[in-house]
């Protein structure tokens, strides 16, 4: 019987494999489709602080940014760039508010810098009020990095294996019901992202997931990299947080490894409609092209849709759900996962292996973090209250 | 004012249904990337051969890329069919040299050079070469059987001097035919396939087949049964390939050398599905495994208000894919169905299959890949790069492309989809393109603007 099944393979529930085994316990992942399937597997590979209002997401942010260094030295192969990013903002009112949500995070440790665009940017537009450069900012590919953790994990993965339901004893969760037979575990962990309400609903326990619907657009690999950083325009930052129902696009550009181009940002609410909707493919080419004129002749190839999976007050799920003792969720990071995912498995991984859930004693990360059974009731650096599952009740 | 029906592809299927529904009363529009009407079958070369006529389906690309060895012929004139179905189309306004990029459910099918608006769609798109690796397969020199094909007819370019033809299907014969014709030294036909007694019991097939064979004759070129080209050599280019005897599962038995400086490889074709699947056709799987669009019999998909004809619909050759476009005519405009072509159709739909039957592709030629041997030209991703990205995990075609890159590159999968599924273990999944054709940035921020024949 493993220590924990890890409900899954997207990068959230890698890094709760990774961080779990690392503590010791053995793992067994399960997913219904492939590793990477779902979400991340749609991801652009975002590690930000930039995007984020000073809170409990931005220190989540912080912790998990530096986690991904680490692991691009233990682990690798997953193309992980610390490029920084570049937040530009069209006009003099936007760039106020842009500089002013900066040195609220540079309070809370993120650095910051106010900046002329075209200095780090050669090729972006001219007549932008100004820009903030974020040197924490950092791009993985994200199915590499989710592939990769649950590969040094060492974790069994069972891909293609639905869960139907939970095996229990009392309210106690005892393991899961597969369409292949029960997985007794120690523990269980719902990382099935934009799925997890379904996951959660199985043992009788609502958790409001949503699906918010994104596109991308991929342009033929560049010869040489006409940008360099992450950029994206400051409405994105609103964007991210809006209650509305509607279409929002925001321009956020960056180049890979590979040589294309990745053009975001759309945000629908239009539940698991993967239907293509070619006006809003417009809207992210137009405010492409503003950003980056030179982009205009270049050809766009390929275009794919993911579902981020957001709550109502757009924070993650992160912890021990005291109404199913034995089960933890790990899901609800919406458009952050890939940035967020390393944090939030490390966190699990201390709360499964025993921690208090209360602040105190700070995490290292990296090698010298290496923790196991026996620095088990100690305390985590950060307050996991926010993130509590029985929060919407 | 919108169209009555917009046809997309104008091979022998786009053109019998335009032709038929033009007839019948409709105002019909026919759209085709390429600047002929004709398709790959009856592919025309341009008036004044201005060339650019054959890189419309980027499988029809040399797979190497030198052409110093290629020569030049004589335009042959049109076959009779081809005029016939040509002749049919008075009244059809043709939008030829028109890449379609996306089709939406409104009907409205955008190219690169603006949108048509329909009633009712007609998807013929066709389909492309089947695309088998092997070792120095990316060497210049080396070209598909339907890349040779094209170069022949669409730019009157014989692909080499001494050229083997290797593969399976009959599609290699006419290419043999074809070449050897035009003055080229044909080597060899390599056919995988061994037995093909059955297709004795359709006369009028073999005796098509006898007049490749007889021309084959004519010019002394050997044709070998169940032997395969299982390796390209050469420093720059093309110099010689390495061809053996194969057993019932394509594993080589024994193998010779031989000296070519082209050679033309086809494995049958795969259906072009990216616009059915944009508009959320059903599809289902061909007796080889290729997924197809689901029609009735009337050529309906499941969407209502469009038909679909030809290979999209299963790959059958010519003539079944001219009926298939005739019977999806008739039932657009709801005129009777002539006599005759009902029964016509299940015959030729029938050997279509048997087809598939007896020039199966067998998964052997994995067992031929070498660690550097490129899977996927456009993302250069070799074997071992599968095989890694098998080891973290890929289980399917789409983790594979995810973790390895396959398929993400210029062509989007449509050449390497095939093998790349098989080396999953899989049938290739419909092609999900939601960009059907590369297009501009520019021209995609700006097609929400343009004018389209709905705005009068």
């Known amino acids: ?393 | 004012m919108k169209y009555d029906l917009i046809v997309i592809g104008a091979g022998p299927a786009g053109m019998a249904a335009a032709g038929t529904a033009a007839r019948g009363g409709l105002r019909v529009a026919l759209v085709d990337s390429a600047a002929q009407l004709g398709g790959q079958f009856h592919r025309q070369p341009p008036p004044e051969l201005g060339g650019g006529n054959v890189r419309d389906d980027p499988t029809h690309e040399r797979l190497g890329r030198d052409q110093s060895i290629e020569q030049a012929i004589q335009a042959p004139a049109p076959r009779r069919d081809f005029l016939r179905l040509r002749d049919r189309l008075t009244g059809v306004d043709l939008h030829l040299g028109c890449r379609v990029w996306a089709v939406e459910p409104s009907f409205a099918v955008h190219h690169d050079g603006g949108t048509l608006t329909g009633e009712r769609l007609l998807i013929a798109t066709g389909a492309h070469d089947r695309v088998v690796p092997f070792p120095g397969w990316d060497l210049p020199g080396v070209m598909t059987a339907g890349g040779a094909q094209a170069l022949l007819k669409g730019n009157l370019v014989v692909a080499g001097r001494r050229i083997a033809v290797a593969g399976t299907g009959p599609f290699l014969l006419p290419v043999a035919a074809g070449l050897a014709a035009a003055g080229a030294r044909v080597v060899g036909v390599f056919e995988a396939a061994r037995q093909m007694g059955a297709l004795a019991r359709y006369p009028a097939k073999l005796a098509e087949g006898a007049g490749y064979a007889a021309t084959l004759a004519r010019y002394r070129v050997p044709y070998h049964r169940g032997q395969a080209v299982v390796a390209a050599h050469g420093a720059d280019e093309l110099a010689k390939v390495t061809v053996a005897k194969i057993d019932d599962g394509w594993r080589a038995i024994r193998t010779r050398e031989i000296e070519c400086d082209a050679l033309a490889v086809g494995y049958g074709f795969v259906p072009q599905l990216d616009l059915p699947v944009q508009l959320g056709c059903a599809t289902t799987r061909d007796s080889d495994g290729s997924a197809i669009v689901a029609v009735d019999d009337q050529m309906r998909t499941s969407i209502t208000g469009v038909h679909a004809a030809g290979e999209t619909t299963g790959v059958g050759g010519a003539e079944l894919a001219e009926l298939d476009g005739i019977i999806a005519g008739h039932s657009i405009t709801g005129t009777p169905l002539p006599d005759g072509v009902r029964r016509r159709r299940e015959r030729a739909r029938a050997f279509a299959r048997l087809l598939h039957e007896v020039f199966p592709v067998r998964d052997g030629w994995r067992d031929r890949l070498r660690a550097d041997t490129i899977v996927c030209r456009c993302e250069e991703v070799p074997y071992q790069a599968i095989c890694d990205a098998q080891a973290l995990g890929a289980v399917d075609t789409r983790s594979l492309k995810l973790l390895a890159r396959p398929g993400m590159g210029w062509c989007q999968g449509r050449m390497c989809g095939y093998a790349v599924a098989r080396l999953a273990g899989e049938d290739p999944p419909p092609p999900r393109r939601p960009i059907a054709q590369p297009i501009s940035l520019q021209n995609l921020a700006a097609y929400p603007l343009r004018s389209t024949n709905d705005d009068a």
């Not at chain 1, 691009?72 to 920084?84: D, I």
């Not at chain 1, 799925?195 to 409001?208: M, N």
């Not at chain 1, 390393?342 to 025993?354: E, K, Q």
């Open chain 1, 1 to 393: 019987m493993p220590d924990v099944v890890v409900i899954g393979a997207g990068v959230v529930g890698a890094a709760c494999a990774y961080y779990a085994a690392r503590a010791g316990l053995s793992v067994t992942v399960v997913d219904q489709g492939a590793v990477a399937g779902g979400t991340t597997g749609a991801g652009e590979g975002n590690v930000l602080v930039s995007d984020k209002e000073p809170g409990p997401e931005l220190d989540l942010a912080s912790l998990s940014a530096g986690l991904w260094s680490d692991l691009a030295a233990e682990v690798g192969g997953f193309e992980y760039e610390p490029k920084g990013g570049l937040v530009v903002a069209e006009t003099p009112e936007v760039l106020t508010a842009l500089t002013g949500l900066a040195a609220k995070q540079e309070s809370s440790g993120v650095r910051a810098e106010v900046v002329t665009p075209e200095e780090y940017e050669p090729n972006i537009a001219r007549g932008l009020a100004g820009g903030v450069y974020y040197p924490q900012d950092a791009q993985v590919q994200p199915m590499l990095a989710a592939a990769r953790l649950l590969h040094a994990s060492g974790a069994q993965i069972r891909t293609g294996v639905r869960v139907t339901g939970f095996t229990r004893s009392g309210d106690r969760i005892t393991g899961v019901r597969t369409d292949e037979g029960d997985l007794p575990a120690g523990a269980v962990v719902n990382a099935a992202g934009t799925w997890a309400g379904d996951i959660a609903a199985l043992a009788g326990l609502p958790l409001p997931v949503l699906p918010r619907r994104g596109f991308i657009l991929v342009t033929e690999p560049l010869p040489e990299p006409l940008i360099h950083h992450k950029v994206y325009t400051a409405a994105y930052v609103t964007n991210v947080a809006s209650e509305d129902e509607g279409l929002e696009t925001s321009a956020v550009v960056e180049g890979t490894p590979s040589g294309p181009v990745l053009i975001g940002a759309s945000r629908e609410r239009v539940g698991y409609d993967r239907t293509v909707s070619y006006p809003v493919l417009a809207r992210l080419a137009e405010q492409a092209v503003a950003l980056f004129p030179a982009l205009a002749t270049r050809k766009v190839i390929r275009a794919y849709c993911g579902f981020r999976p957001y709550c109502p007050d757009h924070l993650p799920v992160i912890g021990p759900d005291p109404r199913a003792p034995g089960l933890y969720h790990a899901t609800g990071h919406e458009g952050a996962g890939i940035g967020l995912a390393p944090a939030t498995g490390l966190l699990i991984s201390r709360v499964v292996t025993g921690y208090s859930g209360q602040p105190g004693r700070p995490i290292k990360s990296g090698a010298n973090g290496r923790s196991g059974p026996a620095e088990s009731g100690g305390q985590l650096d950060l307050d996991l209250f926010p993130f509590r599952p029985e929060r919407f009740t």
